[in-house]
């Protein structure tokens, strides 16, 4: 994993993240994006990359359709999202339909993801990951091994979460699966105070169950932070 320190972190990850666009400009890209503050990364962000051959999906999403706490509507409340009118590019929403279960929601949004890499075989998949203190990254929270894998390892690109442990206790997220196999290029904004002690042992070899944050040591993730480490 990379690690980048600066003084502007939301800026620097910003640009890597433009970059990265331009680079697969007119190529099928599946865009996945955090919520949290990973959210305030994308307004310096420069969409005349993005187009109609991309398409952008929130990684892991609160199963709630109130607007104030479901990820994918928090996104569209963004300058980034305003900017995006002309560009042509597509969306998969991660928005529960009214009487519509946990388990149904979670199912739906996995054979949409699987869809899209079934028609698109050749996408480059860019993720903007953030971290949370816990150690947790996307909706993939630190567990007891029997509880991760009963959670994430049952063979699902995406899955239905719950953890009592988070105030947001009903969650659905791509898994560590999806992560090893789909993903290109990966970038994560960590910054604050309280994410040092996560950032500060990230490389150590822990198992995921313990950090799931872990998993961008596997798959040499970009860390962009304000953290001297």
Same mark, same amino acid.
């Given at each position: 994993m990379k690690?980048?320190t %600066?003084?502007?972190?939301? +800026?620097?990850?910003?640009?890597?993240?433009s970059?990265?666009?331009?680079?697969?400009k007119n190529?099928?890209v599946?865009l996945?994006?955090?919520?949290? %503050?990973?959210?305030?990364?994308?307004?310096?962000?420069?969409? %005349?990359?993005?187009?109609?051959?991309t398409t952008?999906?929130?990684?892991?999403?609160?199963?709630?359709a109130?607007?104030?706490?479901n990820?994918?509507?928090?996104?569209?409340?963004t300058?980034?999202y305003?900017k995006? $009118?002309?560009?042509?590019? !597509?969306?998969?929403?991660t928005?529960? =339909?009214?009487? =519509? /279960?946990?388990?149904?929601? /979670?199912?739906?949004?996995? +054979?949409?993801?699987?869809?899209?890499l =079934?028609?698109?075989?050749?996408c480059?998949?860019?993720?903007?990951?953030?971290?949370g203190?816990?150690?947790?990254?996307?909706?993939?929270?630190?567990?007891?091994?029997?509880?991760f894998?009963?959670?994430?390892?049952?063979?699902n690109?995406? $899955? +239905?979460?719950?953890?009592?442990?988070?105030?947001?206790?009903?969650?659905? /997220?791509?898994?560590?699966?999806f992560?090893?196999?789909?993903?290109?290029? %990966?970038?994560?904004?960590?910054?604050g105070?309280?994410?040092?002690?996560?950032? !500060?042992t990230? $490389?150590?070899?822990y198992?995921?169950?313990?950090?799931?944050?872990h998993?961008?040591?596997?798959? =040499? !993730? /970009?860390?962009?932070?304000d !953290?001297?480490?």
């Amino acid at each position: 994993m990379k690690i980048h320190t %600066s003084s502007e972190p939301l +800026k620097e990850t910003a640009k890597a993240l433009s970059d990265t666009l331009e680079k697969y400009k007119n190529t099928d890209v599946l865009l996945l994006l955090a919520g949290g %503050s990973a959210l305030q990364v994308l307004d310096e962000v420069d969409t %005349s990359f993005i187009n109609e051959y991309t398409t952008i999906m929130m990684m892991d999403e609160r199963f709630t359709a109130d607007a104030k706490n479901n990820n994918f509507l928090q996104m569209t409340k963004t300058f980034f999202y305003t900017k995006l $009118t002309n560009t042509q590019c !597509s969306f998969l929403p991660t928005v529960p =339909e009214e009487n =519509e /279960s946990h388990d149904d929601f /979670s199912n739906r949004i996995e +054979k949409d993801l699987a869809t899209y890499l =079934e028609t698109h075989p050749n996408c480059t998949v860019v993720a903007l990951f953030g971290i949370g203190p816990d150690g947790h990254t996307g909706a993939i929270f630190p567990m007891t091994h029997e509880e991760f894998i009963d959670t994430y390892g049952q063979g699902n690109l995406y $899955t +239905k979460v719950v953890y009592p442990k988070n105030p947001f206790v009903n969650r659905s /997220s791509i898994t560590p699966k999806f992560i090893k196999r789909y993903i290109t290029q %990966s970038l994560v904004y960590a910054v604050g105070e309280a994410k040092l002690p996560v950032l !500060s042992t990230i $490389t150590d070899p822990y198992e995921l169950h313990e950090m799931p944050a872990h998993i961008h040591e596997l798959i =040499e !993730s /970009s860390l962009y932070t304000d !953290s001297r480490l």
